[in-house]
């Protein structure tokens, strides 16, 4: 089998997306804390609280998730050799101790968002009949759709995986018995930063904290 040399862009490309990925669940884990802290004013105790009640479910709604994966992660796992590998989650998983993690794993994070290794759990983990599962999902059509550093992942998760918001493929996003494809009515995408409200930034014929409260009052009137 003929080995096709990989030229130093393409491994910097691929190590800056290894880094945005971890970095962006780290910030949206903080931020949703932070967000629960503000709007409600509880405590470490109501919070866990919340958590437990959560165990009687209803439905589950999905937003941009990886459900099936990523084909550019198992790629960057086969392709990467194996002291490369340490030095690259060596360096991470240092960064993540420093943004607040206190027990990083970055080989053990990009593994299980393989499209193989998603394709184990959900078949370990098959969906609970009484629960109705659905699945909202964005998309950029350009890469400058999105802002740094997302707007340099999106080629490539494009390449690999297909339209994607920058980090999640749409294909992959597609979950349960509805599937919500947000497209806004003017030229500009819906990032992963959008749909987290990472940017801060009102975007034409999408607002995102609208969104979210249709989303909830959507499934009120369903009688969830």
């Known amino acids: 089998m003929q080995k096709t040399k990989l030229g130093g862009r393409f491994w910097l490309a691929l190590t800056v997306f290894s880094l945005v990925g971890q970095v962006a669940w780290v910030v949206e884990n903080m931020y949703f804390n932070v967000f629960i802290y503000k ?17 009687v479910v209803a439905t589950l709604t999905t937003i941009n998730t990886p459900h099936r994966g990523c084909v550019f992660a198992e790629y960057l796992l086969d392709k990467i050799p194996q002291a490369m590998r340490q030095r690259i989650a060596d360096t991470y ?15 053990a994070a990009v593994t299980d968002l393989t499209a193989s290794a998603c ?20 998309y950029c059509e350009k890469a400058q759709h999105g802002k740094f550093p997302l707007n340099m992942t999106h080629p490539i998760v494009r390449y690999f995986d297909g339209r994607n918001d ?6 992959s996003a597609k979950w349960g018995s509805r599937f919500t494809l947000l497209e806004p009515s003017g030229k500009r995408g819906i990032s992963h930063g959008d749909v987290v409200d990472l940017n801060r930034e009102n975007i034409p014929g999408f607002d995102v904290r ?3 409260v249709n989303l909830v009052a959507d499934l009120k009137r369903r009688g969830f």
Request: no cysteine; net charge negative; hydrophobic share 45%.
């Open 119 to 138: 394709e184990e759990r959900n078949a370990v983990t098959p969906d609970d009949p009484g629960v109705v599962y659905e699945s909202v999902m964005s």
């Open 39 to 55: 709007m409600f004013h509880a405590t470490a105790a109501q919070i866990s609280l919340m958590v437990a009640a959560s165990a």
């Open 93 to 107: 998983n240092a960064t993540l101790k420093r943004l607040g993690d206190e027990n990083p794993g970055f080989l």
């Open 166 to 171: 920058g980090l999640v493929a749409v294909d």
């Open 210 to 212: 609208e969104f979210y």
